[in-house]
């Protein structure tokens, strides 16, 4: 397993990385042995990064993985996140310090070594999607406070929301790391896209983040399922998900991916899985991807994937074309 720096965090991280969500499941859903052999199985293959959230399952994500990591106990690099809702974000201070410290008993630790913003940020905030100013101002200074305290070591944002304010956030330089949305149905956030591309366009977003000394993390670099090419959901794994910054809908993101399976077949990649998790290894930006599992055997097919390296230069020169075809409606 290779590693990667993350950003100025210094840490050192595994480029594939143990994602605790909704969508795979198993860290939510799954059988207690199953959730400690997937885990057991990821330290044993060198995967040293492990994210969960709040959110995921009301708690449960992080009430097994702390209950995983106090069995094994690894030396590993623990994330969560905290999403404020509108009262929240009117008092950023309270909510956040509140949030964490559920999290941090959920988890059985006395600190996490990152805790990111899950709220997709406008440049003028509404509806509880937090804008520039009071990011910069209220929500990261909320969080910044909670490392003062020695109850964080890094502060990160999920880099979703409007691009013009992602990028302000990230040019002040205050975001230690940023998730960024990143997979062969929306690779903007790292490779250029053409006009007309059926995405949202990020602008190449991560490599604006390394820029400024951001770690990036990838999001959804499966786009929840939908680049295995099939619309059946493992019976643990989310039984439907809503695309981020793709197709408006699952069983479109399947069709779209399904017309990338040439890239297969002209020998670029030995699946549809593998050539998704081994893009983003192409950008120097991306310190690690993240991969929400639904078993022991899909942590196995991302861990060969990814040790095949990077997709080569005519892999990407081969999507790069797929990608004009996709803005062409063609």
Known sequence: MDHRTLGRTGLRVSVLGFGCGNVGGLMIRGAPA???????RALELGVTFFDTAADYGDGLSEQHLGEVLRALRPECVVATKVRLDPAGLRDPGVAVARSLDRSLRRLGRERVDLLQLHNPIRAVGHE????????LERLLPAIEAARRAGKVGFVG???????AALEAVLDAGVADTAQVCLNLLNPSAAFAVPAGFPAQDFGRVAERAWRAGTGVIVIRVLAAGALSGDLRRHPIAAPGVEPIASGPDYATDVGRARTLMALVREGHAGSLVEAALRLPLASAAVSTVLLGYSSLDQLETAAAAVAKGPLSGAAVAWLERAWGEMAGGR
């Open 157 to 163: 944002i999920t880099a979703l929301g409007d691009p």
């Open 34 to 40: 199953e959730r400690e052999r997937a885990v057991a």
């Open 128 to 135: 509880g999607e937090p804008g520039v100013a009071d990011v």
